[in-house]
């Protein structure tokens, strides 16, 4: 039988884990620009922190129409395959299953940041209010453009793009796929009251609104089988401007929604963080790593400012089944080990952290 132990091994539904840690996914920014292709140093930086029991990559576009910053990574093309394939070779190699983020950015984008031919797209006509990065432009902040509203034609599309993303994702021999319905992002921008302001049947109701949620996962399930994907949430988070009406009705309708889908985990991000930092948010009273448990039945990661003492009370506690790791994994590729053992936790060199190149990647591997 598995335990409930951070470090033990654990045979989670199809995942069968050298332990309980995860890495959460993590952009990085040092995909090839122009070509979206990870870096060839990618799998050294996935490699090197293979001692976890899984590994969810940075989030990685499902099509060159999906992009919304500079130097992410894509997987829709055999340049793309060859590097992710190395990718999960080098994270298997350590015995960590790995698991691709898939993601389209929807309005979070702007045209700098996208290939040419392609426009900035959204549920509805409605332009965040915050701000990208353009490296065209010398690495200024840009405001985000109104998007361009979807046809029905473009909704299609985008889910043969997740469809074929899934292909390509199978065939580099990932364990798993998540699909980043967090943090603002195209999936949540149809979830949500403030982005999406449709009158077909892609939104006003939560049902429709939760339509391309239903209609993606059903399309990568076709291609990893239902067990080996999960689905990310950000309940409560506001990041990218996103805000709903109901903020607890919509979370507990998207667990209900994974749930009837027959996903294999949710994996719910606390609402003490915000995208990349701790919020400063006045917190929700709600408890969205219990209610993931009360609405859904399967598999349930955790993340969000979780320390080893936190991590290990969750797990005994039955409240979820892997606790995922950010901004620890970053300057510390041996986290793992560090939690073990005690061991002070590295700091990262925040300037480094989305600026291009090895520096700050893989240049202090050999010195764990
Ligand atoms: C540098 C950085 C990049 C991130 N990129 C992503 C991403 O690509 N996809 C995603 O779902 N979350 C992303 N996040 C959020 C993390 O996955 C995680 O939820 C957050 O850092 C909270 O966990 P922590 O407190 O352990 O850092 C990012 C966070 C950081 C710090």
Redesign the pocket.
């Given at each position: 039988m598995t335990g409930t132990d951070l470090f033990g091994p654990a045979k989670l539904g199809a995942f069968d884990l050298q332990n309980r840690v995860a890495m959460?996914?993590?952009?990085?920014h040092r995909a090839l620009d122009g070509g979206w292709t990870p870096a060839d140093y990618a799998p050294d930086y996935y490699g090197a922190r293979s001692s976890a029991g899984l590994i969810i990559t940075?989030?990685t576009q499902c099509s060159a129409g999906a992009a919304g910053y500079p130097r992410t990574p894509g997987l829709w093309c055999d340049r793309h395959l060859d590097v992710w394939t190395k990718v999960v070779a080098a994270i298997q190699a350590g015995g960590a299953k790995a698991v691709l983020?898939v993601?389209h950015c929807g309005r979070i984008s702007h045209p700098d940041n996208l290939p040419t031919g392609h426009d900035v797209i959204g549920p509805s006509p409605v332009a965040a209010d915050a701000f990208n990065i353009s490296d065209k432009q010398g690495g200024v902040q840009v405001q985000m453009p109104v998007p361009m509203e979807m046809s029905e034609a473009a909704i299609e599309q985008v889910i043969a793009e997740y469809a074929q993303c899934a292909r390509y994702a199978k065939a580099a021999g990932f364990d798993g796929l998540e699909i980043?319905a967090?943090?603002g992002y195209l999936l949540e921008q149809f979830a949500s009251s403030n982005t999406n302001l449709r009158t077909d049947a892609w939104g006003g109701s939560v049902e429709n609104r939760l339509r391309l949620q239903d209609r993606v996962i059903a399309v990568v399930a076709e291609v990893f089988g239902h067990d080996r994907v999960g689905i990310?949430f950000s309940p409560f988070g506001t990041f990218n401007d996103i805000h709903d009406d109901d903020p607890l009705g919509i979370y507990i309708a998207k667990l209900k929604h994974a749930e009837r889908s027959g996903v294999g985990y949710v994996h719910v991000?606390r609402p003490s963080?915000s995208?990349?930092?701790d919020s400063d948010a006045p917190m929700p009273k709600a408890d969205v790593v219990a209610i993931a448990r009360e609405y859904f039945s399967g598999l349930l990661i955790a993340?969000?400012?979780?320390d080893r003492a936190e991590s290990e009370a969750e797990l005994a506690a039955g409240k979820c089944d892997i606790i995922?790791?950010?901004?620890?994994f970053?300057a510390n590729p041996d986290l793992v080990e560090r939690l073990k053992s005690g061991a002070p936790l590295k700091q990262p060199r925040t300037e480094l952290?989305?600026a291009g190149g090895r520096e700050g990647y893989v240049d202090d591997i050999a010195a764990v």
């Open positions: 959460a996914p993590m952009t990085r940075e989030a983020q993601w980043h967090a943090n990310r991000i963080v995208g990349n930092v993340a969000g400012q979780f995922a790791f950010g901004r620890p970053l952290i989305y």
